[in-house]
């Protein structure tokens, strides 16, 4: 079935994937399960809700963006400590009250800072990066009936981009899984 969605006759149509949709949450995470002991790769579950249990389901790995983070943190406490310590000691060596020129108590303040604030470009600018944004356009936002997933719809999509994936074989597989009902979504090619 090919979705509506603005296109003309004469352009040719190709397949992006195909989605079934599921009636509980518990369907949609026993479903994940099984499409990923079916060894399909490349599919999203899409709920209107986290759902407890579903990375492991789904078998996505660990997210590395901790790691970029704490680099990331990393560099900017390094970064504002030794500043500091440059200005106040080579830089612009100044004796004021007699303090030391490198009185790190003063420079915590700064330094912690500039941790968080490191930590909180990598956080933003790591997770558009590792989930491909922005991505302005999808195919599946021109099904109609996928529009509920963010309401109360459970859905499983298979990307054709898969190496497993035959739309035929996908929507049976789908159906046998327990979807209430399949869609292929076309895109102009």
Known sequence: MINPGTHTSNEIMKISSVVGRFVSSAALLEAANK????????????????IHG?????GEKRSPLGFIVGVAALFGCVGAMGLQWWVHT???PLVISGKPFFSWQAF????????????????VFGM?????MPRWYHALF??????????????ISIEATDGKFDERRASEFLKSIGAAEVETIREAA
């Open 35 to 50: 499409m990923r002991l079916g060894g399909y790769t490349k599919f999203d579950c899409h709920s209107p809700f986290p």
């Open 54 to 58: 579903m990375d492991a389901a789904m």
């Open 90 to 92: 080579t830089a612009y």
């Open 108 to 123: 915590v303040p700064v330094t912690f800072e500039l941790t968080v604030l490191c930590s909180a470009f990598a956080a």
């Open 128 to 132: 558009f990066a590792l989930n491909g």
């Open 142 to 155: 021109a099904s109609e009936r996928f529009c509920g997933f963010s309401d109360d719809a459970f859905w």
